[in-house]
């Protein structure tokens, strides 16, 4: 029996909220990863993805990631990686890196052998419908570092779940969507590991990893032991919740979402700091006009947003390229501190 580990979405070097306490946080999950599929005697780790934050890599973060990709091969079990749109940079890739190293595979149209199985990858291609490959062996594994439909029903997505059926593989492994899901189409299961950190508020379930068997496609999770995240939910009195959960809060972050008037963000920030909270991120889910009103000092009457930009670009008769970097800075899929990125990812497409 094949087995492997699947894991995507590690974000290594990602200093959430800007604390160094984070980022070595996102560098223990890497660690307790590399811990499992030693301890489990998998025959190979594939990453689909986002292995690191950032295509800038500081030296801590390399360090880090070569620390884990060492004790694999003393292990004799195979990095098995593609790049994600985080890390994607122009050129050479950071897993090229590390493949010219003897310490992982680049996985790409070439088959590479485990087993009786054959393992094919793409690397992240942008937010566009795909043309997929046909995979000519029966068994065999394609990994993706994309969005699926079925992953975010009410969004566009680059993957037809209904085409996973026609690629020829019996495993499709994916990363980009940060929650653990695993879908059947015919023979041929679909699943995305999750991340190994929580890289926003919304990922509130547990983070793990997914073992398996690649005959039988049995899937097995494990869990791994991340930063507590204590959630203030809106139908609590934010302060009230906070002090329920005090014996919780000791070094954990915590997520609060505000609905109600009567505090301002920074009383509950400060009040969560007090009791021993690592940071404290408030989700302001009042009226837009009140929580502008309470940031700026003013006032306005909110519209249709998106829909008054779109108009007043067709008005000036932007160029096309315009139109491109402003649906990039406007979609809501792409974090605020990954819009420069995404934005200069385009134009050097663009200009190749």
């Known amino acids: ?99 010219g190293l003897g310490l992982a595979v680049h996985l790409g149209p070439e088959p590479f052998s485990l087993g009786e199985f054959a393992f094919y990858g793409m690397d992240y291609a942008g937010r566009r419908e795909l043309r997929l490959p046909k995979l000519k062996e029966k068994k065999s594994a394609l990994v993706l570092h994309q969005m699926l439909d079925k992953a975010q029903p009410m969004q566009e997505a680059e993957l037809k779940s209904i085409d996973m059926a026609n690629v020829g593989a019996s495993l499709v492994l994916l990363g980009d969507y940060h929650e653990h899901r695993v879908w059947h189409e015919g023979d041929v299961m679909i699943t995305y590991p999750g991340s190994s950190e929580r890289w926003a508020l919304s990922e509130s379930s547990p983070r793990g990893i997914s ?67 690592l940071a404290v991120r408030v989700r302001d889910l009042r009226r837009p006009d009140l929580a502008q009103a309470e940031a700026q000092g003013v006032s306005f009457e909110v519209g249709n947003l998106d829909q008054k930009i779109a108009e007043r670009l067709d008005r000036e008769n932007f160029s096309e390229w315009t139109r491109q970097i402003d649906s990039i800075v406007r979609d809501e899929r792409i974090a605020d501190s990954r819009v420069d990125d995404e934005v200069s990812r385009y134009l050097e497409k663009v200009l190749e």
């Not at 204590?230 to 609590?236: A, D, K, L, S």
């Open 211 to 277: 073992l398996i068997h690649l005959e039988s496609q049995r899937l097995d999770r494990r869990e791994l032991q991340t930063r507590p995240f204590v959630f203030i939910r809106e139908n609590e009195d934010p302060i009230k919740g906070i002090d329920a959960h005090a014996k919780e809060l000791r070094e954990s972050v915590v997520a609060v979402y505000l609905e109600e008037e009567g505090y301002t963000i920074r009383e509950i920030e400060e009040h969560g700091l007090s009791k021993g909270a």
């Open 1 to 99: 029996m094949t087995r492997i580990l699947h894991t995507a979405d590690t974000h290594l070097g990602c200093r959430q909220y800007g604390l160094e306490e984070r980022r070595e946080d996102f560098s223990k999950a890497f660690w307790q990863i590399v811990d499992m599929a030693i301890s489990e005697k998998v025959d190979a780790v594939v990453h689909a993805g986002d292995l690191f934050d950032e295509r800038y890599v500081s030296a801590e973060d390399l360090r880090d990631v070569l620390q884990g990709l060492f004790r694999l091969k003393e292990a004799e079990i195979p990095f098995l990686a593609i790049v994600g749109n985080h890390e994607q940079r122009r050129g050479v890739q950071w897993i090229d890196l590390f493949a």
